[in-house]
């Protein structure tokens, strides 16, 4: 993925650009034209690619640009996606016969804990399609942890289970956290999990 991201020389005096630098190795950033004449706009190119990234989900990335302004010569850039399995369009027919992950349950309410508890659930989960399943990942709010799951590859008709860990330390009132697993289910390739609990002091 290729995106374009202007930029403007509100300056009196050309601004040249260097190589950028601390660029993760799953991008590519280049500044057209390499010097900026004064009040003269430009382009900041990313190329982007998701697949050596290696991840899902929401994350997040930095690199440093490099000029001879005067006022900023090095700029920290932030640079965020979303990144989500990429699935060819199917007919019915295949989407039938796909994986297809479900839960016994998609949210679990702890009810009243004291401030500083730890407390676990377990959501269990099968393969309800005809073809393999695989968990590609588990991405857990803050304040909250989830296991790695008992199988993450699981055959048609197979299930497993996912421990969530929620931690009350510091915390007070009512609370939400969500766990998102990410699959090669066409149909839900992420889905989320919610837990909730009321943390007291007594």
Known sequence: ??????????GTTPVTFQPAQSVPKHMKVSVEPVTLQPKQKGVIKITYDAKAKNDFGYVNDNFILVSNDKKGGRRNVNVVATITEYFPPMNSEQLAQAPRLSF???????????????????????????????????????????????????????????????????????????????????????????????????
């Open 104 to 202: 016994d349950k998609t949210v679990h309410d702890f009810g009243s804990v004291k401030e500083g508890t730890v407390s676990e659930t377990e959501f269990e989960f099968t393969n309800n399609g005809k073809q393999d399943l695989i968990i590609r990942k588990i991405k857990a709010s803050c304040g909250c942890t989830a296991g790695t799951p008992e199988k993450t590859l699981l055959k048609p008709g197979e299930k497993s289970k996912i421990k969530v860990t929620f931690n009350s330390a510091g915390r007070e009132g009512a609370e939400t956290k969500t766990v998102t697993i990410y699959s090669n289910d066409p149909q839900g390739s992420n889905q989320t999990l919610t837990i909730k609990a009321k943390v007291g002091k007594e």
């Open 1 to 10: 993925m290729i995106k374009e991201f202007g930029i403007y020389n509100d």
